[in-house]
T-cell receptor, first 108, second 118 residues
Framework: DAKTTQPTSMDCAEGRAANLPCNHS???????VYWYRQIHSQGPQYIIH???NNETNEMASLIITEDRKSSTLILPHATLRDTAVYYC?????????FGSGTRLQVQP | GAVVSQHPSRVICKSGTSVKIECRSL??????MFWYRQFPKQSLMLMAT?????????EQGVEKDKFLINHASLTLSTLTVTSAHPEDSSFYIC??????????????FGPGTRLTVL
């Protein structure tokens, strides 16, 4: 599975949009981009995934560049409960492989 | 939908004893279940992958005789840590997936089990 690069940490003001970037320049054609988050001492929570097209659900939006080498997860109105570690994972046929993720701190 | 439960949520045991952790998919039939381990301030590490009715596939460096995995049904997998030692103390997390409409199978995670070996 392709490797991903994410910033170690980010801050965001409560009520503002949180934009979390992810680079996956070695992604191959049949690999999906998945986003999960982990709040302290809990299991990871599925957020969204996509292949080529932008995706939106009740939690977030996923913007994938046309060349698929990077993507951005957007939380449109961050709340304090969105403080967590966010993992961007490129996945083919194997199980999810977790990197270090981005620690998002939402500030009041 | 797609809820995965784990039991127990935390367990403390003496060194040398065995501990069993259950993972259940509550509202779907899981074609595959996965077991991960997470040490403090580290990311999740995949331990093994199992399909119902067949032997688990262990990741390199994970002792299959120490971490016994049974996947007896499409909704239940168990992880038994045999002869546990303090270095096995960790956060154990299971996940389950199913194929939906031909799309790639999304993994849904349980809440985790905190194991402390004294």
């Amino acid at each position: 599975d392709a490797k991903t690069t994410q910033p170690t940490s980010m801050d965001c003001a409560e009520g503002r949009a949180a934009n979390l970037p992810c680079n996956h320049s070695t992604i191959s054609g049949n690999e999906y981009v998945y986003w999960y988050r982990q709040i302290h001492s809990q299991g990871p929570q599925y957020i969204i995934h996509g292949l080529k097209n932008n995706e939106t659900n009740e939690m977030a939006s996923l913007i994938i560049t046309e060349d698929r080498k990077s993507s951005t997860l957007i939380l449109p109105h961050a709340t304090l409960r969105d403080t967590a570690v966010y993992y961007c994972i490129v996945r083919g046929r194997r199980a999810l492989t977790f990197g270090s993720g981005t620690r998002l701190q939402v500030q009041p | 939908g797609a809820v995965v439960s784990q039991h127990p949520s935390r367990v403390i045991c003496k060194s040398g004893t065995s501990v069993k952790i259950e993972c259940r998919s509550l509202d779907f039939q899981a074609t595959t279940m996965f077991w991960y381990r997470q040490f403090p301030k580290q990311s999740l590490m995949l331990m093994a992958t199992s399909n119902e009715g067949s032997k688990a596939t262990y990741e390199q460096g994970v002792e299959k005789d120490k971490f016994l995995i049974n996947h007896a049904s499409l909704t239940l997998s168990t992880l038994t840590v045999t002869s546990a030692h303090p270095e096995d103390s960790s956060f154990y997390i299971c996940s389950a997936s199913f194929l939906a409409g031909g799309m790639t199978d999304t993994q849904y995670f349980g809440p985790g089990t905190r194991l402390t070996v004294l």
